[in-house]
């Protein structure tokens, strides 16, 4: 066990590990490694966690890299698309990067930037067309013996990554192998140098804290999460299950991972291994997925310290989950965990983007060679897209099996469609998913321990034969939605006003183009296994969104960025003086309307439809966001799982009386813990700004008052105090 608290008060004293002589264990080499620079740093600040602040120069790195892509892309035709492609592009050169800093792309640690000067050699613009476009299509997804000669010779020994940031995806077919200016590249390339001089400090620890705030920033305000906040989340949810499965187990009461690590016997460590293995993680808002890689990397923590303990006697044998004992156990961890226990779903798909990515960056940290990498997870299966708050959890099978065809498709061609699928009606179809799903992990992990071509071709197939799957039921269970929006609520969509300023505000009705706009995430078919037949996941950790259910300036731009561009009016213009722009632009203005009334329908089918019955309760004032993701997280929660999340105050308002209470008489309420921004807790927000913490259990009822106010000047915490508060309030909370 180590623990090293700053007697200078200039670090948090809460964190500590227990290591298992002989156990691989990244983070501790990253401290140890650290430790080279004890004459510039204390030696608490070494030893206390990977963390890494973000820097100007990185902040501005990583968008002028972003930037620069975009701007070369402009034979694409949309500014969504533009946007997107440029950060594909600019997370496969991260991922390149670190592949090349643990030696696997021909052990050059300068292989990007070698390649670069090589295709300047031979030409200008050469470096996409020569070396990143064949990487990701000839190079990389592929085996060895289905690369051609060429491609060998001149980007030399590669690994094989059949999962990852490097498979070819849809926009890559619309930009196909059309060169780019090497200008283009010169920025990331540029900014990934400067990281990689960094040797000792893996490029995956200093990127979290970027990405969260470059997601959170598209999305309003570039908030970072302060790691004591991550680690009470943390503690609350995944560490306070893993102690009560513990006393289960041993009858023990224990008050710390740490205590119990260090007393536990090998039998009993194997027994919660097992279990340990059961457990599932959901993050209903990921983002870029800072909470789901937190996550991953403590749960890999806590089960190889389990499995190195359970090793310690020969007699007590591994879960089966786990794998032999071998330097490539952490690998295996790996993949049953961010393959099938570990959840995450976001509607922006550059968000996703860079989810998928640091979960690929942790598979890194764990591997012992490149051959490990054959055997990754398809995470396009656990980090999903779509809205979280709009969708069905259940579906009634029968109302399934009576959808219409749409207008124009006669019921013999939807007939046809399904018939492919050997199954016509909606418990058929999730059947058939579940087999496919299942046929597909196993075709996958037969890859990875063979590595044979036609292995890889199968997987290929079957992961098409799952999609289609996907895309009929997805079809279906959007109109079931519709139809319950339409006729049995009877919304209807308020027309943007005419010309004549006192014309009267028409209706129509709710199209099935309004709904499938919003992206509905179909929980009940997605999730159907997790969610009906284990009871809901035994832990979210999410921060939520923040705000009101209304139109705003920033959303308006996301959603109509294309329109701006065309009438030469940039976002920050848009954004500095919306009403004046508006007013200059009559087409804009109606695009506004337009806008506008879809958040109407929105906020009435979250009243009517029953999904939200406590802030449905609320009868005037404007739905938030974050009460809504809090109701719809409970709805996926087990009873008995634990939630741990970051929303907006809500506790001491009068409009969250029916939510306050009901949270009171249904839940076990750790603690609800305000905080203000008075003593710069999150330096990018205004000293006004507000968040809440909220952690509990769902069972029983909550005893006492939970709430915790910390928002006035006076006793706000600053960052030093912020974790010692935090600890004080765990342990007098539940």
């Not at 085996?143 to 491609?151: G, S």
């Not at 590249?185 to 990689?196: I, K, M, T």
């Not at 099978?397 to 199954?423: C, M």
């Not at 306050?660 to 710069?680: D, I, Y």
């Amino acid at each position: 066990l180590w623990r090293w608290s700053d007697p200078s008060g200039a670090a948090p004293p809460w964190q500590s590990r227990v290591l298992v002589r002989g156990q691989l264990d990244p983070a501790w080499a990253s401290r140890l490694l650290a430790l080279q620079h004890l004459e510039s740093a204390s030696l608490a600040s070494c030893l206390n966690g990977p963390d890494q602040p973000v820097s100007l120069a990185d902040r501005e790195g990583f968008q002028r890299s972003w930037q620069s892509l975009m701007a070369a892309l402009t034979d694409l035709p949309l500014v969504s698309q533009r946007r997107h492609y440029a950060l594909i592009l600019l997370v496969r050169l991260v991922a390149l990067a670190a592949l090349q800093q643990r030696g696997y792309l021909g052990e050059d640690g300068w292989y990007l930037q070698n390649q670069f000067g090589q295709s300047q050699q031979r030409g200008l613009d050469r470096f996409f067309i020569d070396c990143l476009y064949p990487l990701c299509h000839q190079g990389l997804p592929l085996p060895v013996e289905e690369r051609p000669p060429w491609l060998v010779e001149r980007l030399g020994r590669l690994p094989f990554i059949p999962q990852g940031p490097f498979c070819p995806g849809p926009l890559d077919q619309l930009w196909g192998p059309r060169p780019m200016t090497d200008a283009a590249f010169e920025p990331a390339l540029l900014w990934l140098g400067d990281s990689l001089m960094e040797t000792e400090v893996d490029l995956g620890e200093q990127l979290p804290q970027l990405f969260e705030g470059v997601v959170n920033g598209y999305q309003g305000t570039a908030m970072v999460t302060p790691a004591p906040i991550w680690w009470a989340l943390c503690d609350r949810t995944l560490h306070r299950t893993l102690l009560d499965r513990a006393q289960g187990i041993t009858g023990l009461a224990y008050a710390s991972p740490a205590q119990l690590l260090l007393t536990l016997e090998s039998a009993s460590a194997a027994r919660l291994l097992e279990e340990l293995g059961e457990l599932t993680l959901l993050d209903p808002a990921c983002g870029s997925g800072r909470y789901l890689r937190a996550a991953l990397q403590e749960w890999l923590y806590l089960a190889q310290t389990l499995g190195a303990i359970a090793a310690l006697d020969s007699s007590v044998s591994l879960p089966t989950w786990v794998g032999g004992a071998s330097p490539s156990q952490a690998l295996g961890l790996y993949r049953h965990l961010a393959g099938q226990a570990i959840y995450g779903l976001d509607d922006w798909a550059p968000a996703l983007e860079l989810a998928r990515l640091q979960s690929f960056l942790v598979a890194l940290q764990h591997s012992q060679g490149a051959q490990d990498l054959v055997s990754l997870p398809d995470l396009s299966l656990t980090l999903l897209r779509g809205d979280a708050l709009f969708g069905l959890i259940s579906v009634d099978p029968e109302r399934f099996d009576q959808v219409k065809p749409r207008r124009g498709q006669s019921t013999a061609s939807q007939g046809n469609l399904l018939q492919p699928l050997l199954a016509a009606n909606y418990r058929g179809i999730l059947a058939e998913r579940q087999v496919r799903l299942e046929h597909y992990r196993s075709q996958t992990q037969l890859l990875a321990e063979t590595g044979h071509v036609p292995d890889y071709a199968q997987a290929a197939f079957l992961r098409d034969r799952l999609e289609e799957v996907n895309q009929t039921a997805q079809a279906k269970l959007t109109q079931v939605l519709w139809q319950e929006a339409s006729q049995q609520l009877g919304l209807r969509v308020a027309e943007p006003p005419g010309s004549a300023s006192l014309a009267r505000r028409r209706t129509r009705p709710l199209s099935l183009a309004d709904v499938e706009a919003r992206q509905p995430f179909r929980w009940g078919f997605y999730l159907h296994n997790l969610l009906h037949k284990r009871g809901g996941v035994d832990l979210i950790v999410s921060h939520l969104p923040s705000g009101l259910v209304e139109p705003t300036a920033i959303g308006f731009a996301e959603a109509y960025q294309d329109l701006l561009a065309q009438r030469g009016v940039t976002a920050a213009t848009f954004l500095a003086n919306p009403p004046q722009v508006l007013a200059v632009h009559p087409d804009l203005t109606e695009a506004w309307g337009r806008f506008r009334s879809q958040f109407a329908w929105l906020s009435q089918y979250f009243r009517r439809a029953g999904a939200y019955p406590q802030s449905g309760r609320q009868s005037t004032g404007k739905l938030a966001w974050s009460r809504l993701g809090l109701e719809r997280s409970l709805t996926l929660l087990r009873p008995g799982g634990r939630c741990a999340l970051v929303l907006d105050c809500f506790w001491s308002q009068a409009s969250s009386g029916a939510l306050r209470q009901w949270l009171l008489a249904h839940t076990t309420l750790g603690a609800v813990v305000e905080l203000s921004n008075h003593q710069g807790l999150w330096p990018e927000l205004s000293p006004r700004h507000r968040s809440c913490l909220l952690w509990l259990q769902a069972q029983g009822s909550t005893q006492g008052c939970p709430h915790h106010g910390y928002t006035q000047g006076r006793t706000a915490p600053d960052p030093v105090s912020l974790g010692p508060l935090l600890q004080d309030l765990i342990h007098l909370t539940p």
